[in-house]
């Protein structure tokens, strides 16, 4: 048998990705032959050669506007869209501490950038008669932890039933559309994040790691999920061989969420 994902010339466009999970999803889709156009708010020094990035913020109207433009000059449509970007800058302090403009913020982030841009790019994708959507929502959507992220929790959730109402839209005319959830996911921010928190409580990096993983409640994993891992799923899930898979979730999250 052979794993070949028979992405060879696929057009794709991922968000977020120039850091974390974007980063290794481009990689992965890169690798196994996609053209591939990546957003982030700025381009790093260091981008791979060969995908095309375009700096917008996606947290916007107009950056998402600017984001469709150039993906249809480039490429004159597009094939798979991989919404990575995402993520929470609340301050703790539960629900006392989001004010209007925080829910706001985490809507923009984690909600409307995959609004804005399937609106923009599916009627070409509909056209075409084919092409596929992966969300990354997070467990979140399902295990929300109300310290700081309640709003974020929120918008994932409001991301996840977007994403399964399109899938009964846009599926018979040929589209897939998937949600992914991912657990903790050991990025680089994670990485730093471990590190503050051992230094904090005076312990080494699996110290740090540990405490997260506390406040998830555990991982019967024992680890988090490596960037490489949710890419791996990601370029299956976008890939003809998993062409009857859609209007479905795929959690990676070792184990983490607690009920069936
Ligand atoms: N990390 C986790 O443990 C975890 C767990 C569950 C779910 N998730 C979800 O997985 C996804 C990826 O998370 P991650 O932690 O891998 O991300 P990350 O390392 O924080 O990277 C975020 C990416 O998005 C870009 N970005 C951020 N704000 C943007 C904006 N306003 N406009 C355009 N681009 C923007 C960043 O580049 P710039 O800063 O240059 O814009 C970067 O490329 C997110 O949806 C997150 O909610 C993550």
């Known amino acids: 048998m052979s794993f070949d994902l028979g992405l060879q010339n696929t057009r794709a466009l991922v968000t977020g990705g120039t850091k974390g ?16 156009i990546a957003t982030a708010r700025s ?11 375009i700096a917008a913020d996606v947290a916007t109207s107009e950056g998402c506007a600017a984001v469709a433009d150039g993906v249809l000059a480039a490429f004159g449509g597009v094939d798979i869209i991989v919404h990575v970007v995402g993520g929470s800058s609340a301050p703790g302090g539960g629900f006392a501490a989001l004010n209007d403009e925080i829910w706001l913020r985490e809507l923009n982030l984690n909600l409307m950038p995959a609004v804005r841009l399937d609106r923009a790019l599916l009627p070409g994708m509909i056209a075409q008669g084919s092409g596929v959507i992966v969300h990354v929502t997070s467990i979140q959507r399902a295990l929300p932890l109300p310290e700081a992220t309640t709003a974020y929790a ?4 409001a991301l996840s039933t977007y994403s399964k109402s399109l899938s009964k839209e846009v ?6 559309v998937v949600r ?22 005076r312990t080494d990096y699996d110290g740090g790691k540990k405490i997260i993983m506390d406040a998830l409640g555990g991982i019967p994993l024992g680890r988090p999920a490596k960037p490489s891992e949710v890419a791996d799923l990601i370029g299956f899930i976008v890939s003809p061989r998993a062409g009857a898979i859609t209007g479905t979730e795929f959690v990676i999250d070792g184990g983490t969420i607690p009920t069936v």
Request: hydrophobic share 55%.
């Open 171 to 176: 599926s018979p005319k040929g589209i897939r």
């Open 21 to 36: 999970t974007g980063a290794a999803i481009v990689d992965a889709l890169a690798n196994a032959g996609a053209q591939v």
């Open 43 to 53: 381009i790093p020094a260091d981008a791979r050669k060969g995908v095309h990035f």
């Open 154 to 157: 929120a918008a994932k959730a």
């Open 180 to 201: 992914v959830a991912p657990g903790w996911i050991e990025t680089d921010a994670a990485v730093a994040l471990a590190e503050r928190l051992a230094e904090q409580a």
